[in-house]
């Protein structure tokens, strides 16, 4: 079973600075890794997802950007964040194919920008 | 394309009673389906999945869904409801071959049982 450290739980930031989530993986190895941003409470917004080192797909356009420096860790980061940017983040990491498909969920970062 | 739907923003049950949360999915071939929780303030959690086989699947927390191609659903079930199954919850699908390897997730449900 694979478990998901996300850090930190609780965020306020201002506006205009940097931003940095971090994600890191145990239990596999080679997974997809996914940061999701979740508001309101409500619906999923994929923003990247990562297939190995150094590969990160953009879901939609944002000041947001994502690395993936080791194979099991995953970076969120920003250079000045926007009060659109408070939400809830989520990090998700899969070992896909077959009868072991299913994601595994980090326990979340909220962020409030003020 | 693969889609989901979740008709249903807000489900309100008894507890003891049964309850069902309802999840449509629309993709070009064979799907791979999966129920997700929620509770507050936290990260998703794997309930059950659909991969082949049996139409019914059991997952945890007694919860099962059962998979009906003809009326493409997956509907999430429980014979008895508890008011610690109050949550969110999320219907996620993937075309099992030639589509995306990211599941595409639903709205979600919020389900709220009631003492």
């Known amino acids: 079973s694979q478990t998901i450290h996300q850090w930190p739980a609780t965020l306020v930031q201002p506006v205009g600075s940097p931003l940095s989530l971090e994600c890191t993986v145990e239990?596999?190895?080679?997974?997809?890794l996914y940061w999701y941003r979740q508001a309101a409470g409500r619906g999923l917004q994929l923003l990247f997802y990562s297939v190995g080192i150094g590969q990160i797909s953009s879901e939609v356009p944002q000041n947001l950007s994502a690395s993936r420096p080791q194979d099991r860790q995953f970076i969120l980061s920003s250079k000045k964040l926007l009060l659109s940017d408070s939400g809830f983040y989520l990090c998700?990491?899969?070992?896909?194919?077959?009868?072991?498909?299913?994601?595994?969920f980090g326990s979340g970062t909220q962020l409030s920008v003020l | 394309a693969q889609s989901v739907a979740q008709p249903e923003d807000q489900v309100n049950v008894a507890e003891g009673n049964p309850l069902t949360v309802k999840c449509t999915y629309s993709?070009?071939?064979?799907?791979?389906l999966f129920w997700y929780v929620q509770y507050p303030n936290r990260g998703l959690q794997f309930l059950l999945k659909?991969?082949?086989?049996?139409?019914l699947v059991k997952g945890s927390y007694g919860f099962e869904a059962e998979f009906n191609k003809s009326q493409t659903s997956f509907h999430l079930k429980k014979p008895s409801a508890l008011v610690s199954d109050s949550a969110l919850y999320f219907c996620?699908?993937?075309?099992?071959?030639?589509?995306?390897?990211?599941?595409?997730f639903g709205r979600g449900t919020s389900l709220i049982v009631h003492p």
């Open positions: 659909y991969i082949t086989g049996d139409n």
């Open positions: 998700a990491s899969q070992t896909s194919g077959g009868t072991n498909e299913k994601l595994f």
């Open positions: 996620a699908v993937r075309e099992r071959t030639g589509g995306s390897y990211i599941p595409t």
């Open positions: 239990g596999t190895s080679n997974p997809n």
């Open positions: 993709v070009s071939g064979n799907p791979y």
